[in-house]
């Protein structure tokens, strides 16, 4: 399985910027789906999750100004990300849970990363 992510870029404080994640078509099954960041010296962490069902979890540090979204048909996940602070300058990662045929068992795919700048 393979994720491909595109949107992110340098954008100034109080902007906004969306992020989107594209899985394989070939995928036999796709189950939560999810947006992660790491930022230089720190550990990778989450931005939000995002069921096949619809339901969210967001990281604290974005509550109310980052929305995720995905479109099933597409196997694609989506991060709106509004009132950008610069703290929130970093490679941002997706994420699925996937099989990638139906004799697999669900496993954790990640995607490339994209830069997310954001200055102040």
């Known amino acids: 399985v393979q994720l491909q992510a595109f949107g992110g870029g340098l954008v100034q404080a109080g902007g906004s910027l969306r992020l989107s994640c594209a899985a394989s078509k070939s995928v036999f099954k796709i189950g939560l789906m999810g947006w992660y960041r790491q930022a230089p010296g720190k550990q990778r962490g989450l931005v939000a999750t995002i069921t096949s069902g619809g339901n969210t979890n967001y990281g604290d540090s974005v509550k109310g100004r980052f929305t995720i979204s995905r479109d099933n048909a597409k196997n694609t996940v989506y991060l709106g990300m509004n009132s950008l602070k610069p703290e929130d300058t970093a490679v941002y990662y997706c994420?699925?849970?996937?099989?990638?045929?139906?004799?697999?068992?669900?496993?954790?795919?990640w995607g490339q990363g994209t830069q997310v700048t954001v200055s102040s």
């Open positions: 994420a699925a849970d996937a099989q990638s045929d139906k004799y697999s068992t669900m496993s954790r795919y």
